[in-house]
């Protein structure tokens, strides 16, 4: 495929290193130093374009392909307000997109099992549960995309919980969830490339699942290896589609 790489920076690179691995061209790496310089007819010649910018970017990005009739893979996040909006244009355009928090293979395992654990544990009131999520300190959202999903298949599995709030650590005033509300706390620590945990506690034990990751080339593989199954493809995708869990 020819690729179009929108974002360059650690997660650009690993893409573009990953990309090039499989066999794929670069076509055109696209940045904050030349992007107002790129029409959609610089990019219509391409395969497909993979977004890791910036949330206030991204949006623009999507736009821009949209324009060139380019499937687009979308890993930023903290642009999700607006997702219902780039569906609808998405699907009245005939255009391609998919889109996700985490494109990581053991994430999307995370994310199955995050369900079924939350369902099971759903009937058992004496444990509240909460969300923790560590990451660098250059990361621009909080909390994280992926914390936000893990947090989503809480709330669809369990009755005890109506919506998520969240308290980064070390900003601002502490943030004390009422009873009905998930707690998703957020850490920001040099150099982590993602770390995230939910936990069961009662007064008599804790219940800890856990997904650390050990660098971002998870993450760049799962953005590729989304772009290869995207590109023959027209709709509106989330990553978890991808996978085929029972």
């Known amino acids: 495929m020819k690729v179009v790489i929108l974002g360059y920076g650690k997660m650009g690179q690993l893409i573009e290193k990953f990309a090039t691995k499989r066999g794929h061209e670069i076509f055109l790496i696209v940045d904050k130093d030349n992007r107002e310089s790129i029409s959609a007819s610089d990019i219509a010649d391409a395969d497909v374009a993979i977004d890791f910018s910036e949330p206030a970017a991204a949006l623009d990005n999507i736009h821009l392909c949209f324009e060139a ?12 307000a607006h997702l219902d909006e780039v569906k609808s244009i998405c699907e009245d355009e005939n255009q391609t ?7 990581s293979i053991g994430v999307n395992v995370f994310f199955h099992i995050n ?18 999520e ?15 999903t893990i947090a989503e298949g809480i709330l669809e599995n369990t009755v005890s919980k109506t919506k998520w709030v969240n308290d980064v650590i070390g ?12 707690l998703i706390e957020s850490h920001r620590i040099e ?52 996978f085929d869990f029972i």
């Open 97 to 103: 997109m998919l889109y996700g928090s985490n494109f």
């Open 69 to 80: 009739n380019l499937p687009i893979v979308v890993g930023t996040t903290g642009w999700y």
């Open 115 to 132: 369900k079924l654990l939350a369902k099971a544990m759903s009937p058992y009131k004496q444990y509240d549960v909460q969300v923790e």
């Open 134 to 148: 560590i990451h660098h300190i250059h990361k621009l959202d909080a909390p994280s995309g992926t914390a936000i």
């Open 171 to 182: 900003e601002g005033e502490e943030v004390i969830p009422k009873p009905d509300e998930l």
């Open 191 to 242: 150099e982590v490339p993602g770390t995230h945990t939910v936990l069961y506690s009662s007064e008599v034990d804790q219940i800890e699942f856990k997904h650390t990751a050990h660098s971002r080339a998870g993450f760049a593989l799962g953005a590729v290896v989304a772009a290869e199954w995207v590109e023959d493809k027209k709709g509106f995708y989330q990553v978890t589609e991808m």
